[in-house]
């Protein structure tokens, strides 16, 4: 099927959604496409087609003048009428009067003159003013196609709100709300004795949850074990929880935040027992952690991207040092005897110990991977900047970069034609001072972690047939699966984008997906497309089990909303890391 579209030959069954978007940066701003072949609807009267029968000059004006203009000798040329109307139209030349007429035939050929002449000058008032009209015409631009599909209802949008990712969060919060209200209530003794092993138990799930390679590995199992054969439920359940995995990181964070709490709470209350520096590396502990965690708040971690990293990081390396000391006092610290006890036999034998020792061998771990790596930057617009590393990767693969080795990581999806490739790509949007930095002030080195971290794409190997949907510069996290598997469907929607992303990107697509197995849409060319009719032919022609956006989160929320009524399966991008 060659689905190639232009504006002189476009199918009416593929028509499309007003979800395109030029670029991230358009969609933020609001800009819409223009119609390269818009055409100014309108046409000047034609010196072949008569006048109305309004217009004096018209022979089917009225009898009189009919008469009156067929009276006239028509023989002597009168000068044509202008249709400037910023000129004055010359008078008709007089009208030769035959020497043999009578004196009634020439005061008649006068008033047919005098006639002739009214005629003229309203013609030519009539014309001035059609003309006048013509040129105040406004010409308006095509305006994008309307969105097909019934729109979303209150339901649908509070599922997609309440999705899995507040699911997970919802229920850790929940079990240990319980468990904390319980041993507060003297009802769970076990929580009371051991509360630092239910601190630094949600700490340490935290932690794993963002760690690259743990979620590697999780990723790896669940692709081997269910790839294609389970029902197709429990496929799409995966995919949801291994993509909503933060959930669990913010609910265990928050939840052992809570325990430490309540853990200084208890040293307080009871502090007559306590050491006083016991109780002050707790507090410690606290301030930090309570800081770590307000820092990643998404209305924070979103529009204020350097302060939630600095904030997060190193007041949670601050905390994850307090936590170190606030462990070993207190388990040095004899409450019956009121002495230091330094010898370390018990501490060994302490869960507490181990939750300490594995969330810091996961913080530290994927530091180890951080190179200063060679980087080519390929600049084809002042919107985009395309990144070049060497050694190809797996689909579905996310990596970090930064012009420093510890501060302002950003995250891009990786192009790769596969793992024996000998490159892999970023596609990187200006939208901030990072990205703009990259296009204004190419780099010849970045920072980044070789060990990558999977995004939802890397579960694209569970599905029999897929669709792989991406506006802009989405298309750096969607392009990776359609050229390594080719059960999957790309559709593109952008403005110009060979243009805007470069010579690179439209190679490694007319090479490596065929044009049965692509939609490139410019909205340069072609209005905004109907994406959700677009999608669902598409869905339907290539029966495919599940589809995969990537878009700006206007265009993010119109594509889930629209899949989610129409019964789609459908996971779209998140803004959680």
């Known amino acids: 099927m060659d689905v190639d579209f232009h504006p002189a030959a476009r199918s009416s069954a593929m ?45 089917n004006f009225g009898a009189t003048a009919h008469n009156n203009i067929s009276a006239l000798n028509l023989n002597t040329p009168i000068p044509p009428l202008s249709l400037d109307s910023t000129k004055e139209t010359p008078a008709p030349e007089p009208l030769p009067t035959p020497d043999s007429a009578s004196s009634e035939d020439v005061k008649e050929k006068k008033v047919d003159e005098a006639q002739a002449v009214v005629l003229a000058t309203l013609a030519n008032e009539e ?27 209150k339901w649908v949008k509070f599922l ?89 990181h913010s609910g265990c964070a928050v939840s052992g935040l809570a325990w430490l709490i309540y853990r200084v709470v ?10 006083k520096a016991v109780i002050a590396t707790g507090i410690v502990t606290n301030v930090a952690i309570i800081i770590s965690v307000i820092s990643a708040f998404p209305w924070i971690r979103n529009t204020h991207h350097n302060i939630f990293e600095r904030h997060h990081r190193f007041i949670g390396w601050l905390g994850l040092l307090a936590t170190w000391v606030f462990v070993l006092l207190g388990n040095a610290y004899d409450i019956e005897r009121g002495v230091w006890d330094w010898s370390g036999h018990e501490l060994i034998q302490l869960q507490d110990f181990y939750f300490v020792l594995g969330m810091t061998i996961f913080i530290i771990l994927p530091w180890t ?8 930057v390929e600049i084809p617009s002042n919107k985009v900047a395309v990144l070049r590393f060497e050694r190809g990767m797996q689909q579905g693969l996310l990596g970090r970069i930064s012009r420093t080795s510890i501060m302002e990581y950003h995250a891009f999806g990786i192009i790769s034609e596969g793992k024996d490739a000998k490159y892999h790509y970023m596609v990187c949007g200006v939208q901030g001072d990072f990205t703009r930095g990259l296009v204004e002030n190419p780099p010849t080195h970045l920072w980044t972690r070789e060990l990558k971290f999977a995004g939802v794409s890397n579960t694209s190997t569970l599905y029999k047939r897929g669709i792989r949907i991406a506006t802009g510069t989405g298309i750096g996290a969607a392009l990776s699966t359609c050229l390594q598997n080719k059960n999957w469907f790309l559709i593109w929607i952008g403005s110009d984008n060979e243009k805007t992303f470069g010579k690179t990107i439209a190679n490694m697509i007319e090479n490596g997906i065929e044009p049965e197995r692509r939609i490139l849409w410019d909205t340069k060319k072609l209005k905004r497309p109907d994406t959700m009719k677009l999608l669902k032919d598409t869905y339907d022609m290539w029966g495919a089990e599940v589809v995969f956006i990537t878009s700006n989160l206007q265009g993010n929320t119109q594509m889930m909303e629209g899949c989610k009524m129409l019964g789609i399966p459908a996971f779209g991008t998140l803004w959680d890391f």
């Not at 007003?18 to 701003?29: C, G, L, P, Q, T």
Request: some cysteine; aromatic content about 10%.
């Open 160 to 248: 997609l709100f309440f999705n899995t990712y507040r699911k997970l969060f919802t229920l850790v919060v929940i079990l240990n709300g319980v468990g904390l209200l319980m041993a507060a209530l003297d009802k769970f003794p076990y929580a009371r004795k051991n509360n630092g092993a239910f601190i630094l138990g949600n700490l340490l799930m935290a932690v794993m949850m963002r760690n690259e390679l743990f979620l590697r590995g999780v990723f790896w199992v669940v692709n081997k074990a269910l790839a294609k054969w389970p029902p197709l439920i429990i496929r799409l359940g995966a995919t949801s929880v291994l993509q909503h995995l933060g959930g669990v």
């Open 127 to 153: 014309i001035k003013k059609a003309t006048a009209e013509v040129k105040h015409v406004e010409v308006k631009q095509p305006t994008a196609t309307p969105q097909s599909g019934p729109q979303a209802t």
């Open 369 to 376: 991977f951080t190179r200063k790596v060679k980087v080519d």
């Open 15 to 59: 028509a499309p959604p007003n979800v395109h978007f030029d670029s991230a940066n358009d969609i933020e701003k609001g800009n819409g496409p223009v119609d390269s072949y818009a055409r100014r609807d309108f046409a000047y009267p034609s010196p072949s087609t008569p006048f109305p029968s309004n217009d004096p000059l018209s022979p």
């Open 266 to 275: 208890t040293l307080c209350m009871h502090a007559a027992i306590n050491h």
